[in-house]
């Protein structure tokens, strides 16, 4: 990759309109299911470079381990036995910020600039903006983002977007063994993905497919699936993920008003009714993605 | 494998898997124990659409990207193989040319040579060995092994082989393994496919092969089978040893087992005091006409290493030192040396990057052996459970530290990455490395540690005399810095130097290599003490041009993946060894596609160093397999193995059956050697009834990084592994604690409970699984727990005496 520019192109809360002169290329992040061995590299070179580390925890009766993703750990590998018509299958995923072209965090975020999305693809939270409401959690259709009880922020994956801006591969990517976890513009990885495709195919793998799912306008971070028809069974891969309605309402009503309460410190009310409502499609808010223009 | 093929390692190497067709892993668990290796399997199947097959009891993360997964139970796989070998040989999937040419398929084997009910001619039964006398060819009065290459003589050793295996049928494999018979012979199949000299096939294996009684004849199956399928000597083919150190390959060629010199010399026995019969004894004569039978070079290697150890003093008149050096009257392997510790008789112990508590069979025989010591030293990074098994930690260790007499001496030492230095790979690469970063505290490198210990002694005997002085007082140390030997000076001893001018055989006056000047490779080495050579299996690793292993040019010319220039292989730089196999007879490829060596018609020439005499046109008719007599790969191992020249299934020593199928009146390995009070801590299924397996996980690295923070967070906690169908018998849930013994101990740890490990039906029988994976103790980072080994059985390999970890018994319930 040549040097990547880290050009905001939306920014959380904000309405002022960012710069779009340049054109950046495209990245995205593609995990190959079907080369994964589990061997949890990633999440000890996330961890590494990151400068995170987790509590030396227990066994919980599987081999995942840290069980979930945390504030300190922003990847995971959840394993998942399947019984398939193929026999057993055992599914290793790694977890983790899919970097969604239609973030549903950045849209549910109130606090000014604490989420950005770059014109590479990039989805970063930026710390020292952020307020600690969790908003960002109840929008993510992956449940990905982690409030840290320790300075009450939200972490995840960044996609190295401090090494990708100097022309680095994320450094999950550098350190996967075997090839399972590639970077690069998003036409030369589809491409790449086509390859890999075609080769499930001839061993039998009749549904073998690409996960970039277009309830949300894509994502930068792919996957190739041995059973794209069913992306369920890699622990819970949703479907059809989708921005939950409550951040569509939050986005045309709400927000003005919980603005006005946030001095008030009455937070805590909206944030139960987010967190409780329904996963359901918001047409209003995909519509204001896709009549959104792209610089 | 040195009996099959003449040298005991990865035949290929890494990178070369990716030629092959069909990739087995079978006996190891590569994904998870090679995770950085095992790209090249992903290679494989991603650029030359390999086939990938796993065979294992569990479910592996490598089965978890294979194409075929068969199960099997645990300890049966030389009865899965032998079936392999029997599907071969009926529906005549063998590579004809190739196993005519190029094993010992034609060779007459001698009269008396017999098997039958389950035991190998020759056996004296209340010593627990063989008189191997029969396992011989029947030879001519040239001396010669008497060939038919017909193939008509039924005592040829293609046909005795064939009798060998026609009882390990399907049906039989079936029974004994556990293994669905459509799976297996699915496998056999694909197997099959790889008999055309176009098509290969890699077997990738380690220590779950490596880790039973039967642990060397079950590795020698997969050698059978490469060489019917005409595999060995090929790129993509091969019988690839996985190493589970970064650097045990270097052990073993420096020769670092009791009974060895470097370069898999051998020490005399006791009963060998006369030199010359002691050298001729390891000379072969060759067994068939032409052959370079290379190990008739023996003198010139031992001479050699000699004058490295002796310098001026190692003369012809002394025999070169030969009286110096230690006569054994046993093996003291790692059994043995616990077993005397117990006994009393070993009082004290240097323990070397070595943590036997840990990786040793039977902790409680441990236990009792070593605080019987009268000393310990321990040299080591880490304060490993060994340095502090007097420590009570409550369940984990639990001992009377007060009644512990013995002496320890911790002294700390670097870790690789704190030192420079050569590491060699299961591929035989000798890599050079830097130092990343300065020890910790008092932490010394080894060598300066050893340096220490050698002056102080010298100086000791210097003062004070001894019974036997010579060899301490007079070997060469001339370093230097005295106490601390450098890296690279060792590095040029192994390679080896000139004493003298050498000149050129054809031309005297020609003078090849200098006085004083390092040699260009063991061809060099000369028996008549004008060479001096550390080891000569690294000769040619640092020469005048400098340290080869320190080469970092990964071009590959032939796109095979060779990289000739990326540090040094053993031997002479070689990557695929025995690869004159990878011709016909007459020098041209079998696969044009993978040219890696060939005759053109004045010398060999390719891709690769030839294994081979460079100048030795095919009409001569030598074969390759060139450290044998007789220059084939020995489908019939001779007298080389302890318990028969053909592999032959034998249960573990504890087995869930308490039968063998095939012979009921010899169960386990005849030749196995079992130390009086061991046999009786055998448990049998009637108080044991599940079959264990111990192994390790991918987030650890043996018992050092539960040391290291990173490590311990991705798998903190002890836990094993078990099949939902005994989990749900037992009442046991995921990640309930529960309790695991055998007849000899017991460990606690949180359960795993898994579709990955499924019963199988086993003569008549359900055996079911527990999986236990090894890396906790009492010491470290991560959460405490129990050293596995206390399960484990203290009976090994009859040939190798590495312990049986993979297969012994054990109940369960919930704790």
Same mark, same amino acid.
């Given at each position: 990759?040549?040097?990547?520019?880290?050009?905001?192109?939306?920014?959380?809360?904000?309405?002022?309109?960012?710069p779009g002169q340049?054109?950046?290329q495209?990245?995205v992040?593609?995990?190959d299911?079907?080369?994964?061995?589990?061997?949890?590299a990633c999440?000890?070179?996330?961890?590494e470079?990151?400068?995170?580390?987790?509590?030396?925890g227990?066994?919980?009766?599987?081999?995942?381990?840290?069980?979930d993703?945390?504030e300190?750990s922003?990847?995971?590998m959840?394993?998942?036995? $399947?019984?398939?018509?193929?026999?057993?299958e055992?599914?290793?995923?790694?977890d983790?910020?899919?970097?969604?072209a239609?973030?549903?965090?950045?849209?549910?975020?109130?606090?000014?600039?604490?989420?950005?999305?770059?014109?590479?693809g990039?989805v970063?939270?930026q710390?020292?903006n952020?307020?600690?409401?969790?908003?960002?959690?109840?929008?993510c259709?992956?449940?990905?983002?982690?409030?840290?009880?320790?300075?009450?922020k939200?972490?995840?994956?960044?996609?190295?977007?401090d090494?990708?801006?100097?022309?680095l591969?994320p450094a999950?990517?550098?350190?996967?063994?075997?090839?399972?976890?590639?970077?690069?513009?998003?036409?030369d990885?589809?491409h790449?993905?086509?390859g890999?495709?075609?080769?499930?195919?001839?061993?039998?793998?009749?549904?073998a497919g690409?996960y970039n799912?277009?309830?949300?306008?894509g994502?930068?971070?792919?996957?190739?699936?041995?059973?794209?028809?069913?992306?369920e069974i890699y622990?819970?891969?949703p479907?059809n993920?989708?921005?939950?309605?409550?951040v569509g309402i939050?986005?045309?009503g709400?927000?003005?008003?919980?603005?006005?309460?946030?001095g008030?410190g009455?937070?805590?009310?909206?944030?139960?009714?987010?967190?409780?409502?329904?996963?359901? $499609?918001?047409?209003?808010?995909e519509?204001?993605?896709?009549?959104?223009?792209r610089? | 494998m040195?009996?099959t093929?003449?040298?005991?390692?990865?035949?290929?190497?890494w990178? &070369?898997i990716?030629?092959?067709?069909?990739v087995v892993?079978?006996?190891?668990?590569a994904?998870e124990?090679?995770?950085?290796?095992?790209?090249w399997? +992903?290679?494989a199947?991603?650029?030359?659409k390999a086939?990938?097959?796993?065979?294992?009891p569990r479910f592996?993360?490598?089965?978890?990207v294979?194409?075929?997964?068969?199960?099997l139970?645990?300890?049966?796989?030389?009865?899965?193989?032998?079936?392999v070998?029997?599907y071969?040989?009926?529906?005549n999937?063998i590579?004809?040319e190739?196993?005519?040419?190029?094993?010992?398929a034609?060779?007459i084997?001698?009269?008396?040579?017999?098997f039958?009910d %389950?035991?190998f001619s020759?056996?004296?039964?209340?010593?627990?060995?063989?008189?191997r006398?029969t396992?011989?060819?029947?030879? %001519?009065?040239d001396?010669?092994?008497k060939i038919?290459?017909?193939?008509q003589?039924?005592?040829?050793?293609?046909?005795?082989m064939?009798?060998?295996?026609?009882?390990y049928?399907?049906?039989v494999?079936?029974?004994?393994?556990?293994?669905?018979?459509e799976k297996?012979?699915?496998?056999c199949? @694909?197997?099959?496919?790889?008999a055309?000299?176009d098509?290969?096939a890699t077997?990738?294996y380690?220590?779950?092969?490596?880790?039973?009684?039967?642990?060397?004849?079950?590795?020698?199956t997969?050698?059978?089978?490469q060489?019917l399928?005409g595999?060995l %000597?090929?790129?993509?083919?091969?019988?690839?040893?996985?190493r589970?150190?970064?650097n @045990?390959? #270097?052990l073993?060629?420096?020769?670092l087992?009791s009974?060895?010199l470097p370069?898999?010399?051998t020490?005399a026995?006791?009963?060998e005091?006369d030199?010359r019969?002691y050298?001729?004894? *390891? +000379?072969?004569?060759?067994? *068939?006409?032409?052959?370079?039978?290379?190990?008739s070079?023996?003198?010139?290697?031992h001479?050699s290493l000699?004058?490295?150890?002796?310098?001026?003093v190692a003369?012809?008149?002394?025999?070169?030192?030969?009286?110096? =050096?230690p006569?054994?009257d046993?093996?003291y392997?790692i059994?043995r040396?616990f077993?005397?510790?117990?006994?009393?008789?070993m009082?004290?112990y240097?323990?070397? /990057?070595?943590?036997?508590?840990?990786a040793?069979?039977?902790?409680?025989?441990?236990?009792s052996a070593m605080?019987k010591?009268?000393y310990?030293?321990?040299?080591?990074p =880490?304060?490993?459970?060994?340095s502090?098994?007097?420590e009570?930690?409550?369940?984990?260790?639990d001992?009377?530290?007060a009644?512990i007499?013995?002496?320890?001496?911790?002294?700390?030492?670097?870790?690789?990455?704190?030192e420079d230095?050569?590491?060699?790979?299961s591929?035989?690469?000798?890599?050079?490395?830097?130092?990343g970063?300065?020890p910790?505290?008092?932490?010394?490198?080894?060598?300066?540690?050893?340096?220490?210990?050698?002056l102080?002694?010298?100086? =000791?005997?210097r003062?004070?005399?001894?019974a036997?002085?010579d060899?301490i007082?007079?070997?060469?140390?001339?370093?230097?810095?005295?106490?601390?030997?450098s890296p690279?000076e060792?590095a040029k001893e192994?390679? #080896?130097k000139a004493l003298?001018?050498? +000149?050129?055989p054809k031309?005297?006056?020609?003078?090849?290599v200098?006085k004083?000047?390092q040699?260009? /490779?063991?061809g060099?080495l000369?028996?008549?003490g +004008?060479?001096?050579?550390?080891?000569?299996?690294f000769?040619g690793s640092?020469?005048?041009k400098?340290?080869?292993?320190a080469?970092r040019?990964?071009?590959d010319?032939?796109g =095979? %993946?060779?990289t000739?220039?990326w540090?040094f292989?053993?031997?002479a730089?070689?990557r695929?060894?025995?690869? *004159?196999?990878?011709?016909?007879?007459?020098?041209?490829?079998?696969?044009?596609?993978?040219?890696l060596?060939?005759? &053109?018609g004045?010398?060999?020439?390719?891709?690769?160093?030839?294994?081979f005499?460079?100048?030795?046109?095919?009409?001569?008719?030598?074969?390759?397999?060139?450290?044998?007599?007789?220059?084939?790969?020995r489908?019939?191992?001779?007298?080389?193995m302890?318990?028969?020249p053909?592999p032959?299934?034998?249960e573990?020593?504890?087995?869930p059956l308490?039968t063998?199928?095939?012979h009921?009146?010899?169960?386990?390995?005849p030749?196995?050697r079992?130390?009086?009070?061991?046999r009786?801590m055998? #448990?049998t299924?009637k108080d044991?009834?599940?079959a264990a397996t111990?192994y390790?996980?991918?987030?650890?690295?043996?018992f050092?990084?539960?040391?290291?923070?990173?490590s311990?967070?991705?798998?903190?906690?002890?836990?094993i592994?078990?099949?939902?169908?005994?989990?749900k018998e037992?009442g046991?849930?995921? #990640?309930d604690?529960?309790?695991?013994w055998s007849?000899? /101990?017991?460990?606690?740890?949180?359960?795993?409970v898994t579709?990955?490990?499924k019963?199988?039906?086993?003569?008549?029988k359900?055996?079911?699984?527990?999986?236990?994976?090894?890396h906790?103790g009492?010491?470290?980072?991560?959460?405490?727990?129990?050293?596995?080994?206390t399960l484990t059985?203290?009976?090994?390999?009859?040939n190798?005496?590495t312990?049986?970890?993979?297969?012994?018994?054990?109940?369960?319930?919930k704790a």
């Amino acid at each position: 990759m040549a040097l990547q520019s880290l050009d905001v192109i939306r920014r959380s809360a904000t309405s002022t309109s960012p710069p779009g002169q340049r054109q950046t290329q495209e990245v995205v992040k593609l995990i190959d299911i079907s080369k994964c061995i589990g061997c949890k590299a990633c999440q000890v070179a996330c961890m590494e470079w990151n400068d995170t580390r987790d509590a030396i925890g227990i066994n919980h009766g599987v081999l995942d381990n840290p069980p979930d993703l945390t504030e300190n750990s922003w990847t995971v590998m959840r394993y998942a036995e $399947v019984e398939t018509n193929r026999g057993l299958e055992w599914l290793i995923r790694k977890d983790g910020c899919m970097h969604c072209a239609e973030p549903g965090c950045l849209k549910a975020c109130p606090a000014p600039g604490a989420i950005v999305q770059y014109s590479n693809g990039i989805v970063d939270f930026q710390e020292k903006n952020c307020i600690g409401c969790g908003y960002c959690i109840t929008g993510c259709p992956f449940n990905i983002p982690r409030l840290s009880k320790r300075d009450s922020k939200v972490y995840k994956c960044t996609l190295c977007s401090d090494r990708v801006a100097v022309g680095l591969e994320p450094a999950c990517v550098k350190t996967c063994p075997t090839g399972a976890i590639v970077f690069g513009a998003k036409d030369d990885m589809l491409h790449h993905a086509e390859g890999r495709i075609v080769d499930l195919k001839s061993r039998g793998f009749a549904d073998a497919g690409i996960y970039n799912p277009q309830g949300i306008g894509g994502t930068h971070v792919m996957y190739v699936l041995q059973y794209a028809d069913k992306p369920e069974i890699y622990h819970s891969l949703p479907k059809n993920p989708s921005i939950g309605a409550m951040v569509g309402i939050w986005k045309d009503g709400a927000k003005p008003l919980a603005s006005l309460l946030f001095g008030a410190g009455v937070i805590g009310a909206v944030l139960h009714y987010v967190t409780k409502g329904p996963n359901e $499609v918001s047409e209003d808010i995909e519509k204001e993605f896709k009549d959104e223009k792209r610089p | 494998m040195g009996a099959t093929f003449g040298r005991g390692a990865m035949t290929n190497h890494w990178v &070369d898997i990716k030629n092959a067709n069909v990739v087995v892993v079978m006996g190891g668990n590569a994904a998870e124990a090679h995770p950085c290796g095992f790209k090249w399997v +992903t290679e494989a199947k991603a650029h030359n659409k390999a086939t990938f097959i796993v065979v294992d009891p569990r479910f592996t993360r490598s089965a978890s990207v294979a194409d075929i997964y068969a199960p099997l139970r645990t300890g049966t796989d030389i009865a899965f193989m032998g079936g392999v070998i029997n599907y071969l040989l009926n529906n005549n999937k063998i590579q004809h040319e190739y196993v005519k040419a190029y094993t010992n398929a034609a060779l007459i084997v001698n009269e008396g040579y017999k098997f039958e009910d %389950g035991l190998f001619s020759g056996y004296d039964a209340p010593n627990h060995m063989y008189d191997r006398s029969t396992w011989a060819y029947e030879t %001519g009065p040239d001396g010669y092994a008497k060939i038919d290459t017909t193939l008509q003589h039924p005592r040829c050793v293609l046909n005795l082989m064939k009798q060998h295996y026609s009882r390990y049928t399907p049906e039989v494999v079936s029974n004994i393994c556990g293994t669905p018979k459509e799976k297996f012979l699915q496998i056999c199949g @694909i197997l099959a496919g790889t008999a055309p000299p176009d098509r290969t096939a890699t077997f990738m294996y380690a220590l779950g092969w490596t880790q039973h009684s039967v642990g060397s004849q079950m590795i020698r199956t997969a050698a059978l089978v490469q060489l019917l399928l005409g595999n060995l %000597g090929m790129p993509g083919g091969g019988v690839n040893a996985l190493r589970g150190h970064s650097n @045990i390959q #270097g052990l073993t060629d420096l020769g670092l087992l009791s009974n060895l010199l470097p370069g898999y010399l051998t020490l005399a026995n006791e009963k060998e005091t006369d030199y010359r019969a002691y050298i001729d004894k *390891r +000379t072969p004569k060759p067994l *068939r006409p032409n052959q370079f039978n290379y190990w008739s070079n023996y003198p010139k290697f031992h001479v050699s290493l000699m004058k490295s150890w002796w310098g001026d003093v190692a003369t012809k008149e002394n025999n070169w030192c030969f009286d110096w =050096l230690p006569k054994l009257d046993v093996e003291y392997d790692i059994l043995r040396q616990f077993e005397l510790m117990n006994q009393g008789k070993m009082n004290g112990y240097f323990c070397q /990057g070595f943590n036997p508590l840990a990786a040793i069979p039977n902790k409680a025989k441990l236990m009792s052996a070593m605080s019987k010591l009268k000393y310990l030293v321990i040299i080591d990074p =880490l304060a490993t459970e060994t340095s502090c098994f007097w420590e009570n930690h409550g369940e984990f260790n639990d001992v009377k530290t007060a009644e512990i007499q013995t002496e320890v001496i911790r002294l700390p030492s670097t870790c690789f990455a704190e030192e420079d230095g050569s590491l060699t790979n299961s591929g035989r690469w000798l890599q050079w490395h830097w130092k990343g970063a300065p020890p910790p505290g008092d932490a010394k490198p080894d060598a300066e540690i050893m340096a220490g210990i050698f002056l102080k002694l010298r100086e =000791l005997y210097r003062k004070e005399g001894g019974a036997f002085p010579d060899p301490i007082l007079n070997l060469t140390w001339a370093y230097k810095i005295p106490h601390a030997p450098s890296p690279e000076e060792l590095a040029k001893e192994y390679n #080896g130097k000139a004493l003298t001018d050498l +000149t050129d055989p054809k031309d005297r006056t020609k003078v090849i290599v200098k006085k004083g000047d390092q040699l260009d /490779g063991y061809g060099q080495l000369k028996d008549d003490g +004008t060479t001096a050579c550390g080891c000569w299996l690294f000769s040619g690793s640092y020469t005048e041009k400098g340290n080869m292993m320190a080469r970092r040019d990964n071009s590959d010319p032939s796109g =095979l %993946g060779n990289t000739p220039n990326w540090a040094f292989s053993w031997p002479a730089n070689r990557r695929i060894m025995y690869n *004159r196999a990878s011709c016909d007879p007459s020098g041209k490829p079998w696969d044009p596609n993978r040219r890696l060596i060939w005759w &053109d018609g004045a010398k060999w020439t390719g891709a690769d160093v030839p294994d081979f005499k460079p100048d030795s046109p095919p009409s001569e008719g030598m074969n390759p397999f060139i450290m044998q007599p007789e220059g084939v790969g020995r489908l019939f191992a001779l007298d080389k193995m302890v318990e028969g020249p053909f592999p032959e299934h034998y249960e573990p020593f504890e087995t869930p059956l308490d039968t063998n199928p095939l012979h009921p009146k010899v169960i386990s390995n005849p030749a196995a050697r079992v130390f009086k009070g061991d046999r009786e801590m055998f #448990g049998t299924s009637k108080d044991f009834p599940y079959a264990a397996t111990s192994y390790r996980v991918t987030e650890h690295f043996h018992f050092w990084t539960k040391h290291t923070m990173l490590s311990s967070i991705l798998q903190p906690e002890q836990f094993i592994e078990i099949g939902e169908e005994l989990a749900k018998e037992k009442g046991i849930k995921a #990640g309930d604690w529960v309790k695991v013994w055998s007849k000899r /101990g017991f460990i606690k740890a949180k359960a795993v409970v898994t579709k990955r490990i499924k019963p199988l039906q086993v003569n008549g029988k359900t055996v079911h699984h527990v999986g236990i994976p090894i890396h906790w103790g009492f010491k470290g980072l991560a959460k405490k727990g129990f050293l596995a080994n206390t399960l484990t059985p203290f009976v090994a390999d009859a040939n190798s005496q590495t312990p049986e970890f993979k297969s012994f018994l054990v109940n369960i319930e919930k704790a």
